[in-house]
C-alpha cells in the first residue's frame, strides 16, 4: 500500500503564491509517476499536472506558465509552486500516484487552496 500526505494549502490573495508538498510512503518507490489534480467547488476533479519519474511533465492549459512540479526522488516527496494565482485556481488539491508495473492509482487526502482577497 502507498499513503500520500499532502501539506501546505492555504488562502492566498490573487496574483500570491503558494507551494504544495506531498510525500508518499509506504510501498512507494521513486518509479511511481506522480502528479496533482483540484477539484474546484461543484466541479468534477480534473488534472493539474503529472511528472514521470525521469521528469517528463504534463500540465493543464490553465496552469501553464504559472505553476511548477518538482519532484524529490529520494525522498518520494513531489512539490507544486504556483505562482500568479487566481480564484478560479480555489480547489481541493489532491496528490496522486501511479504504480509503474499494476498502473494501480493512489490518492492522498487533499489540501484546501482558496484564492480570494
Known amino acids: 500500500q502507498v499513503q500520500l500526505v499532502e501539506s501546505g494549502g492555504g488562502l492566498v490573495q490573487p496574483g500570491g503564491s503558494l507551494r504544495l508538498s506531498c510525500t508518499g510512503s509506504g510501498t512507494m518507490s521513486s518509479r511511481y509517476a506522480m502528479g496533482w489534480y483540484r477539484q474546484p467547488p461543484g466541479k468534477q476533479r480534473e488534472l493539474v499536472v503529472t511528472?514521470?519519474?525521469?521528469?517528463?511533465?504534463n500540465y493543464a492549459d490553465s496552469v501553464q506558465g504559472r505553476f511548477a512540479i518538482s519532484r524529490d526522488n529520494t525522498k518520494n516527496t513531489v512539490y507544486l509552486q504556483m505562482n500568479s494565482l487566481k480564484p478560479e485556481d480555489t480547489a481541493v488539491y489532491y496528490c496522486?500516484?501511479?504504480?509503474?508495473?499494476?498502473?494501480?492509482?493512489?490518492w492522498g487526502q487533499g489540501t484546501q487552496v482558496t484564492v480570494s482577497s
Open positions: 511528472i514521470t519519474s525521469g521528469g517528463s511533465t
Open positions: 496522486y500516484a501511479r504504480s509503474p508495473l499494476s498502473r494501480r492509482e493512489y
